[in-house]
């Protein structure tokens, strides 16, 4: 567990990261959406499909410290379902982010939490796969 009901804020690295089908937005690309300024660059974001609306990454689970959000640790952490069973993926956002303190702590605690529910941590270095800079903090 950790802190209650946290909120996304100014993060908005799933837009980038994510494949989202029904806007047909590939992965690794920013969301074609993301026209605003602000806290949230989404510019549907009232009537966002319900496959952004729902979805949670790990920290916003309550999993890692605050300050390990997506664009301040350069680190995102979701669970992955494969053909390889279930397995907690690390998207590596900024080249060194998991080796900077709140990055070590943080894959630390993702390592534990797979071994305790029997996943496969797999670690994803995204940095030189994104087609864009991804906004970070």
Avoid at 46 to 57: A, D, G, N, V, Y
Avoid at 66 to 80: E, V
């Amino acid at each position: 567990g950790g802190e209650m009901s946290r909120k996304c804020g100014a993060c908005d690295v799933c837009c980038t990261v994510l494949e989202i089908v029904e806007l047909k937005k590939p992965k690794s690309e920013p969301c074609p959406n993301m026209t605003g300024c602000g806290t949230k660059r989404c510019g549907i974001y009232s009537s966002r499909p319900s496959e952004c609306e729902t979805w949670k990454c790990l920290w916003l689970e309550g999993h890692g410290s605050s300050d390990a959000r997506p664009d301040r640790s350069g680190l995102m952490f979701m669970t992955s379902e494969s053909s390889f069973g279930s397995a907690i993926l690390v998207h590596v956002l900024k080249s060194g982010a998991d080796k900077k303190p709140v990055g070590v702590k943080a894959m630390d605690k993702m390592r534990r939490l797979a071994n305790a529910n029997q996943r496969n941590l797999l670690v994803h270095h995204l940095e030189c796969q994104v087609k864009t800079e991804i906004k970070m903090m």
